[in-house]
């Protein structure tokens, strides 16, 4: 991509955020991302194949420190333990509670988000960091090798957001070394893909 076409894509993830902060995601149009953007609304489409793509960058853009942590956890197979490599990783992940949460109800109740399917294959993102992980710790014979690590990732991930009932941290209390509850959680389920 070019660096003018990297400035609009930045400009239109940047406006995304802006107006999802000022009017929430149902009331977040691409026609309103792109006027705010100065672009065409095909210009948006060229950048970002839909509107759900657009969002969860945006997500992502807001919480890139999360993100860099997390791209780092499939080379930490074999440190550690993989309870606290879990748990460390959930700590990360539950900080994005307070942006993921809003959108997963916007996707609930937007037919335009809603009929948006991911791509088949590997998981995109963070959740496919957390499956290469626990690959990873399968290889080493950490884990169960018959449990599929593509479905464990979404497990722990819908168990993280499944114990969204704990309200959320304030940004200066985000990055504790454990979420109440995410320890025991993860030591319950490590029971289950523990090795045979």
Known sequence: MSARGDATRTKLVDTTIRLVRE?????????????????AEGTLYRHFPDKATLFAEAVLQQNKHVVDWIETLPARAGTATVATNLTDCLTHLATLRADILPLELAILT??????????????????????????????????????????????????????????????????????????DAVDILLKGLAPQ
Request: some cysteine; glycine content about 8%.
């Open 23 to 39: 009017v929430g995601y149902a009331k977040t149009t691409t026609r309103a991302i792109a006027q705010a953007a100065g672009v």
């Open 110 to 183: 937007d037919p335009e988000l809603a009929r948006v399917t991911p791509p088949p294959g590997a998981l995109p993102g963070p959740p496919g960091r957390l499956a290469e992980y626990l690959r990873a710790e399968q290889d080493l014979g950490r884990l169960r090798a018959d449990a599929d690590p593509d479905h464990c990732a979404v497990v722990l991930l819908a168990l993280l957001f499944g114990m969204a009932m704990h309200p959320p941290l304030p940004p200066d209390q985000r990055l504790l070394p454990a979420l109440p509850g995410i320890a």
